[in-house]
């Protein structure tokens, strides 16, 4: 059996900067995680806009247990990258 196939999610921007990275050591020395457009989009309609979790998940076109776990990952990696120093690539 097959994994189910990936709903499309509606995302409001296009995002101007891709990456972002500590300064101090070259890039070679870094390790990456990647956060996929949805991640960033879940993060700025929450985090940012303020937009409760019911609002957001209807904006995106996706379940609010879906929007959630989009949600949780994000922040994972965002607090990843910033604790750890590593880069934070979306892709």
Do not use: C, W
Not at 8 to 22: E, M, W, Y
Request: hydrophobic share 35%.
């Amino acid at each position: 059996m097959s994994p189910r196939p990936k709903d499309h999610r509606k995302i409001g921007s296009r995002f101007q900067i891709k990456t972002f990275r500590p300064i101090g050591k070259p890039v070679r020395l870094f390790k990456k995680i990647e956060m996929e457009r949805e991640e960033v989009e879940a993060l700025k309609l929450v985090d940012l806009l303020g937009m409760n979790q019911t609002k957001a998940a209807k904006k995106m076109g996706t379940s609010q247990s879906t929007l959630y776990r989009i949600l949780a990952n994000a922040r994972k990696k965002t607090a990843e990258a910033i604790i750890k120093g590593k880069i934070l690539k979306i892709n």
